[in-house]
């Protein structure tokens, strides 16, 4: 299955972005407010600079206290960005995500987002695929 995909499959709510001069306290709101996971940061909604997730925020808090989340969001948020494209196979994004320990991955065509794929996503259509396929086996050993 591709990333094309899952996005079709995906209630189309586009990316939700924030500029990195943002504070780290407006991002949680909108983490919160949104019941997200993370956010992408952008400058132009269209190009990601990096990625906000909730669990960023609390290791912070865990490390530094509460002072920083008066701090902007290109502070903390993840420089080194993992994408993938439409054309991509779930099966290569869920062993990227599964090794670099990471939930959320924007997809990228030709420099811009054209949406945000969660593990969730990539997990719940895998075993959609998997299911297909052992339909496909019974049906066969049964003589469909």
Do not use: W, Y
Not at 71 to 87: A, F, I
Not at 93 to 114: A, D, S
Not at 116 to 140: C, H, N, P, W
């Amino acid at each position: 299955m591709l990333v094309s995909h899952i996005l079709k499959l995906k209630a189309d709510d586009g990316v939700v972005t924030i500029r990195p001069e943002a504070s780290v306290a407006d991002a949680a709101n909108m983490l919160s407010s949104r019941k997200i996971g993370s956010v992408v940061v952008s400058s132009d909604t269209k190009a990601a600079l990096g990625i906000l997730s909730e669990r960023d925020i609390v290791r912070e808090i865990g490390k530094r206290g509460a002072g920083c989340l008066s701090e902007t969001v290109d502070s903390m948020m993840t420089k080194k960005l993992v994408t993938c494209t439409t054309g991509d196979r779930a099966d290569t994004i869920l062993t990227q995500m599964t090794e670099g320990r990471f939930r959320h991955m924007p997809v990228v065509e030709q420099g811009e987002m054209v949406g945000l794929i969660t593990l969730g996503d990539v997990v719940k259509a895998r075993l959609s695929e998997l299911a297909m396929e052992k339909d496909a086996l019974e049906g066969m050993i049964m003589g469909h």
